[in-house]
């Protein structure tokens, strides 16, 4: 392998390991506020994808469609948390867990009920042929998918650093009592964290719909979001975005040496590699702080 298809294999990695990381910082976010691990959140992710669709159909233009899209998308998040969620918030774990999964499959089938198994194709202002950047051809999509989620990333730190929800989330996610007795209004960061991880995993539909096209299966990609939550420390959104771009790497890199049999069955080993060795994730721990 040359130094140059290594750096191509690097830059498509990172692409697509950006989407793990996006797709794990969603699942993190309400896992953190409200100790629910919402495994609805891969249908989100295609609900997003299908929404900007819908909103491209009649017109919208890009950069109407997309903020539009995300606001949809969170308004789901909270009636999703307040409808379902929120009734059996004190309920065991695993009955959460059944209740996320079972409004995942409620969402995929009314997806299916209305547009079918039908591939779709959300069409982007940046889709074009490959750039030339220096040695590398690079397909525009990789560029905008990176660049995206460095900001996203950039806003998520000045958000919980800079504003008072995200101040009241941290409170929350650190000690739910203590913050009560602070006066925080803990029912309004579960609902803001659920419509913020609506958003963000829209925000994947969105990137993923050009590249990848949209169908109702487009959620599967929470199961390799998961991997790389536990890579990171599950609760850990720092880890969770570094869990995702190493995942992504080292899946890309299986690949293109090993076969893309292999290549499925990477993420996996180093799943359970990480759960005997290092169950905690690199940042994991008892009590995490945003």
Partial sequence: MTWRIALQLALSGLS???????VALSLAIPFK???VLNFAQGELVTLGAYIALVLSSYGLPYPVMVPATLVIA??????????FIRPIVGAPEFTLVIATFAIGLIIRALIRIHWQDNVF????PYSGPAL??????????????IGSTAALVTLLVLFFQQTRLGKAMRAVAYNQTAARLMGISVGKVFGSAWALSAAIGAAAGLLLAPVAG???????????ALVAAVIGGFGSLGGAVFGGLLLGVLETYAGALFGAALKEVIPFAILIA???????????ATQVRV
Avoid: D, Q, T
């Fill in 132 to 145: 030339a950047v220096g040695p590398l051809r690079v397909n525009p999509s990789y560029l905008v998918i």
């Fill in 214 to 224: 949209i169908n109702p299966e487009l959620g599967h990609l929470i199961v390799k």
């Fill in 16 to 22: 697509v390991g950006s989407i793990y990381a996006i």
């Fill in 274 to 284: 990480f759960l005997l060795v290092r169950p905690n994730g690199l940042w994991g």
């Fill in 121 to 124: 194709f959300l069409p982007a």
């Fill in 33 to 35: 506020a409200s100790r």
């Fill in 74 to 83: 969170a308004g789901f998040g909270i009636l999703i948390e307040r409808l």
